[in-house]
């Protein structure tokens, strides 16, 4: 069995990823911030702030995969943003998943098999009105996912994931009504909003030794958003 690393392991994606991979008999340290959580079989609850200093003191000594799962999603006109919540969007989604992955790196490079998933959005290669804000962030986030993955070849593997629309709290107030559900669900060609299960079913596979030949990709798991048009 493996040890994974979920930053914001609380709630969303992250809560769903490290409940499946500590199902599967994975040892799963989960960090969270403003859900404080206690620790369950397998799964190790730690306090976490990735906007300060980063210690991972509570990690074993070999780490099989990370998954950066912070983020947040703020839609409005480009005009009416400041700089500073742009630098806020930036700290939290990239210089947090930096300064976790630089901390981890001794531990991953002890594995045969590490891993590193990262979270990108539908946004950065669609484009969509009012969604300078994210898209910023996880365009960087791809660049990272590149960047990285050419770097720490062939010992760590990087991949990132881009999702569409997903029934997670942190889109709670994009779906709060009946209307805005079946209206978000039916931009989709699938017809429906995303699961964190969804999500965290791939994140799973880009940790496993399932794809071992995987690196460097920016992967869709949109509903068809992406690549379909109707």
């Not at 998933?117 to 898209?135: I, K, M, P, R």
Request: net charge neutral.
């Amino acid at each position: 069995m493996s040890n994974y690393l979920i930053i914001g392991a609380s709630s969303g994606i992250g809560k769903a990823l490290a409940e499946q991979l500590a199902a599967a008999g994975h040892e799963v340290f989960g960090t969270y911030y403003s859900h404080k959580m206690a620790s369950v079989p397998n799964i190790h609850y730690q306090y976490l702030d990735v906007t300060s200093d980063i210690d991972l003191f509570f990690l074993p000594d070999q780490l099989d995969g990370i998954v950066y799962c912070p983020g947040s999603i703020n839609l409005m006109p480009f005009k009416r943003i400041k700089s500073e919540a742009f630098q806020a969007d930036f700290d939290l989604q990239v210089l947090g998943a930096i300064k976790v992955i630089q901390a981890a790196l001794p531990a991953l490079k002890k594995s045969d098999n590490a891993s590193i998933v990262l979270f990108s959005t539908v946004a950065v290669q669609s484009g969509f009105n009012f969604h300078t804000q994210v898209s910023v962030s996880k365009g960087a986030i791809e660049g990272l996912t590149k960047a990285l993955s050419a770097e720490l070849a062939p010992s760590i593997r990087v991949n990132a994931i881009a999702p569409s629309l997903t029934d997670t709290p942190l889109a709670a107030k994009l779906l709060n009504s009946d209307a805005k559900r079946e209206a978000n669900a039916q931009r989709h060609p699938l017809k429906r909003i995303g699961t964190a299960e969804d999500i965290a079913q791939t994140a799973s596979f880009l940790l496993d030794q399932k794809s071992s030949w995987i690196t460097g990709q920016i992967i869709h798991v949109d509903g068809g958003m992406s690549a379909i048009k109707q």
